[in-house]
């Protein structure tokens, strides 16, 4: 049953009654103990796995451009741009998180581990060298994404949890994988240009995992505010699927959705 169900209580015949009542009252502490990391892992389940399966994620990581001289430098130019608008996304959530860090439903959620802006700058330098910062970013493709972060700052500091999650759960959790991605990619070595997936080993992940279920089950958020933060998490997927989309429209020999047909 998905985390934000709601739960089906079995009535008597008679609607209304005492003991449908009674029933319902029963329950109802039930729900409400539901933690915080069960209701994001089953809520955004579906738009996780789409944003894991992206045309553009599929074609830079199993040689959509091929494995020669100039297909190399197609993925890695494309790879370039993803770490740029990844670069907008963490400036804006850390600065975001940092202005809210006392805030009781947010501290609890600020780890290091998850700040990835300057390691994503080790990796923008790697792949373009100590110029990089003079390279343009593609600003118009996260506008969306900074836009938001930047209003949750202002109106809805709750939500900002749910962003970070997704972060989390894109580049913490799957960092060993996709940091072995790339250095296939790339044929990179001694962890160059992976930096951004190096936050957390391997065999110190399960422990940070426990760590963060254990600090999200803890905010202080009533339960209105934990179904809000499952609803902003599954935006906050959707926003990275229409990056991925848009970064294929504009990928080139890659066919975006509804192109080619």
């Given amino acids: 049953m998905s985390a934000t169900a709601v739960l089906r209580i079995a009535r008597p015949f008679a609607a209304g ?9 029963e329950m109802e502490p039930l729900l409400e103990r539901i933690p915080l990391s069960k209701r994001l892992e ?9 944003s894991e399966q992206t045309l553009f994620m599929k074609g830079l990581f199993r040689g959509a451009w091929g494995t ?8 890695g130019r494309h790879y370039v741009t993803y770490l740029q608008c990844l670069l907008e996304v963490y400036e804006a959530l ?3 998180l940092e202005s809210q860090r006392t805030h009781a439903a947010v501290g609890g959620f600020v780890f290091p581990e ?3 802006s300057h390691a994503i700058q080790e990796d923008l330098s790697c792949f373009l060298g100590e110029e990089w910062r003079d390279t343009p970013r593609p600003l118009h493709l996260t506008t969306t994404h900074v836009t938001r ?3 949750l700052a202002e109106e809805a500091p709750h939500l900002l949890v749910a ?24 044929d990179l070595t001694d962890g160059e240009g ?35 933060v499952v609803q902003e998490a599954r935006l906050a997927f959707r926003i990275e699927i229409q990056l991925s989309d848009a970064l294929s429209r504009g990928a080139l020999g890659m066919k975006g959705p509804g192109q080619g047909r």
Avoid at 17 to 25: K, L, P, Y
Avoid at 68 to 73: A, D, E, P, R, S
Avoid at 163 to 185: E, F, K, N, Q, T
Avoid at 208 to 228: C, G, I, K, P, S
């Fill in 114 to 116: 998850l700040w990835r």
């Fill in 194 to 228: 992976i930096a951004l997936y190096q936050s957390v080993g391997p065999s110190s992940l399960e422990i940070f995992q426990r760590r963060v279920n254990r600090n999200m089950d803890a905010l202080n958020l009533t339960d209105d505010e934990m179904r809000e």
């Fill in 94 to 96: 850390e600065e975001a």
């Fill in 42 to 50: 089953e809520g955004t389940a579906a738009p996780r796995r789409e």
């Fill in 149 to 151: 972060i930047h209003e």
């Fill in 68 to 75: 020669g001289v100039y297909g190399q430098f197609v993925r």
């Fill in 17 to 25: 009654s005492e003991a449908s009542s009674a029933v319902a009252r």
């Fill in 163 to 186: 962003h970070a999650y997704v972060r989390y759960i894109r580049d913490i959790l799957s960092g060993p994988m996709l940091g072995s991605m790339v250095s296939r990619a790339f």
